[in-house]
C-alpha cells in the first residue's frame, strides 16, 4: 500500500490547528496558539498569511516532516461563493476570491492560501487543496425562501463536520450515502441542523434561526427584537445575539462542562436552561424531518455539545420516534479534511477546480 504524506490547516480567529498524516493515520497534532497582541498589528485576516505560514512551518521543521515529501495540503474551507460539496483544488481564482472578494473576513478563508504556500515548497506533484467549506450549497429550491422578498436562505454552516459524520454513519450502517435519509445536528457555540436526502444537504437550519446554543441566540421573535435593534447599533446587537446570546446570556458562562457541575450541585436553572436548549434542538430536528417527509434513515448529534450526555438524552426522549439516534461527539474537522485529501490521493473522489462566478 502506497504511503501519502498530508498535513492538514485549520486556520482559528486566534489558533492555527494543524496535524499530519500518513494516509488514513494522524501522526502529529497541535493547535498553534496566535497571541492577541500579534494578530492586532494585522488589520484583515489575510495580511496574516506571512506570520501564519512561518509559524506552520517551524511547527512541521521541529516535528521532523519534510515538506518536500508532502503529497497533499488540505486547508479549511473558507468564505468562497456558493459551491457543490467535495474537494476543490487551490488554484489563482479561488486565492483572488479569498483574498479580496469575500464579502466575511473570516480565518477559514485562509486554509486554501495557507495549503497553497506550503505547497509550493513541496515536490511537483503536491496538490493543495480544501474540503467542504463552510458556503456548500445543495439546497432545493424551496430551501430558499424566506417569507421576506428580498431576503435569502444561505446555505452556511458547519458543513465540514456535519457531512464527514453523514458519511461516516453511512460507513456504519454498511450503506451508501446516496441511499440514505439522515438528519445532522451539529452543537457548539453555533448550532445548526441540515437534512441530507440521497447524499445531498438539501436544506439547513442555520445558527441564527433555529435552537440557540452556547454562545448564540437562535431564532428570536421579531416583535421582540427590532426595538432592541433601534436601542443598539447594529455591531452591538450582532454581538449580542452571536457572542452573548444563547447559553452564556442566561448563565453567564460559554461552558458546558461547567453547566454539567453547576447542575451536578443542585442548580436548577442550570437544569433549566440546558433542558430548554435540548427542547428547541429537538424541535429543529422534527422541523428537519417533515424536509425528508418522515422518512429518515438516522439523525445523528455531534459537536462539541454532544459530549453531554445529559443534553443528548433529553434530545433522543423527543425524537428517537423519528428514527434511530447516533452520537457523534466533537467536532471531527481535522480527520474530515485529512480524509477527503486520501480519497483524492487514492483515485476513491474526483477533485474539483475552481472557477470565479460571473459578474
Not at 55 to 75: M, P, S
Not at 85 to 90: I, L
Request: aromatic share 8%; net charge negative.
Amino acid at each position: 500500500m502506497e504511503q501519502y504524506r498530508i498535513v492538514v490547516i485549520n486556520p482559528g480567529s486566534t489558533s492555527t490547528k494543524v496535524s499530519y498524516y500518513e494516509n488514513d493515520k494522524e501522526v502529529v497534532n497541535e493547535n498553534l496558539f496566535h497571541p492577541t497582541e500579534s494578530l492586532e498589528e494585522y488589520a484583515r485576516v489575510s495580511d496574516q498569511y506571512d506570520y501564519r505560514l512561518a509559524i506552520i512551518l517551524d511547527f512541521l521543521k521541529a516535528h521532523d516532516i519534510d515538506v518536500t515529501k508532502l503529497d497533499a495540503v488540505v486547508g479549511r474551507g473558507g468564505m468562497l461563493p456558493p459551491v457543490d460539496a467535495g474537494a476543490y483544488f487551490v488554484n489563482d481564482e479561488m486565492i483572488e476570491w479569498l483574498t479580496n472578494r469575500a464579502d466575511i473576513d473570516h480565518a477559514s478563508s485562509l486554509g486554501a492560501v495557507l495549503a497553497n504556500g506550503i505547497r509550493n515548497q513541496a515536490k511537483a506533484d503536491c496538490i493543495a487543496m480544501i474540503y467542504d467549506p463552510i458556503t456548500v450549497d445543495q439546497f432545493w429550491d424551496l430551501s430558499r425562501v424566506s417569507g421576506l422578498k428580498g431576503v435569502k436562505r444561505r446555505s452556511i454552516g458547519h458543513m465540514l463536520n456535519m457531512r464527514s459524520v453523514a458519511l461516516q454513519t453511512a460507513e456504519q450502517m454498511n450503506k451508501p450515502y446516496e441511499d440514505l435519509n439522515l438528519i445532522v445536528a451539529h452543537l457548539g457555540s453555533g448550532s445548526s441542523i441540515s437534512a441530507h436526502y440521497q447524499g445531498r444537504m438539501v436544506d439547513l437550519i442555520l445558527d441564527d434561526e433555529g435552537p440557540f446554543s452556547v454562545e448564540r441566540s437562535g431564532g428570536l421573535s421579531l416583535k421582540e427584537l427590532i426595538p432592541m435593534c433601534y436601542e443598539m447599533s447594529e455591531e452591538d446587537i450582532t454581538v449580542l445575539t452571536r457572542k452573548k446570546g444563547g447559553m452564556i446570556s442566561y448563565l453567564n458562562t460559554n461552558s458546558g462542562i461547567e453547566v454539567e457541575e453547576r447542575i451536578k450541585n443542585g442548580d436548577e436553572e442550570a437544569a433549566y436552561i440546558l433542558e430548554a436548549m435540548a427542547y428547541q434542538v429537538a424541535k429543529g430536528i422534527g422541523s428537519a424531518a417533515t424536509v425528508l417527509s418522515g422518512k429518515v434513515d438516522g439523525i445523528v448529534i455531534t459537536g462539541g455539545l454532544a459530549y453531554s450526555e445529559r443534553l443528548t438524552d433529553w434530545v433522543k426522549e423527543r425524537v428517537s420516534f423519528i428514527g434511530n439516534v447516533i452520537v457523534s461527539p466533537g467536532e471531527n474537522e481535522m480527520y474530515a479534511l485529512a480524509m477527503g485529501a486520501n480519497r483524492i490521493l487514492t483515485g476513491d473522489e474526483v477533485g474539483h477546480t475552481f472557477s470565479l462566478p460571473e459578474a
